[in-house]
């Protein structure tokens, strides 16, 4: 990850924020830094019930922090953990909030490129927020591999991401799939002993129908999943908004 996180209080919003610090290795960099800015600028536009606000970018004494609204709750990953796997209601209606999160910031040109189950809250009302808007970049700073820099999260990662090629909506698209896959099974569609054979699996390996391990998802559903994760961007959904209109359905 980016580094550790704090809970504190702003006195100019005076509200409760979280500190999110950047490693050093990360911070240095002043090109990073400036992409990172950029990013930031367009991310801090977004203003919606599913999103975590992100505020800015600080420097003291060397350090970079950045500043983003603190969200109380459960993320995901551990609210599936504990649940083992999700019921096919809530699990529809967690996936057409992130939907709705999602409209709104591709309307922004905001791409997230590390969307998982990790950095989607579910707060106390149980409504879901996806949290980290443009700081992907970031996260994975130093993970590079042989095929080059890739920025997302291997379980959750589209494969033209794990080729190195820019993301667009349709890679978040493409993480919302597998995400939906793992709350209805309680599983990730690909696992392997490291990052590149799970990158590879994305990239080659056709996932299994997800009614294999529950039978209570609905066709529907389960094409509606599996046509987020196809291969080719092309043959995926073209927006969230088109999603969140199967899961209505």
Known sequence: GMGKVYRVVDKKLNEEVALKLLKPEIALDKKTLERFSNELK?????????????????????????????????DLKSFIRRAR??????AISIGKQVCEGLVEAHKLGVVHRDLKPNNIMIDKEGNARIMDFGIAHFHEAKEIT?????????????????????????????????????????????????????????KTEIPRDP???????????????LRCMEKEKEKRYKSAEEIHAELNK
């Open 42 to 74: 367009f991310a801090r536009k977004i203003v919606h019930k599913n999103v975590g606000r992100m505020y800015e970018l600080m420097e003291k004494k060397g350090t970079h922090y950045i500043i983003m609204e603190y969200v109380p709750g459960e």
């Open 85 to 90: 796997r999700l019921d096919v209601e809530t």
């Open 146 to 202: 042989s095929a080059g820099v890739m920025i997302g999260t291997p379980k959750y990662m589209s494969p033209e991401q794990a080729e190195g090629k820019e993301a667009d909506q349709r890679s978040d698209i493409y993480s919302l799939g597998v995400i939906l896959y793992e709350m209805v099974t309680g599983r990730v569609p690909f696992e392997g002993d490291t990052s590149l054979s799970i990158v590879l699996k994305h």
């Open 211 to 225: 009614r294999q391990f529950n039978v209570q998802i609905p066709k529907d559903l389960s094409r509606v999943i």
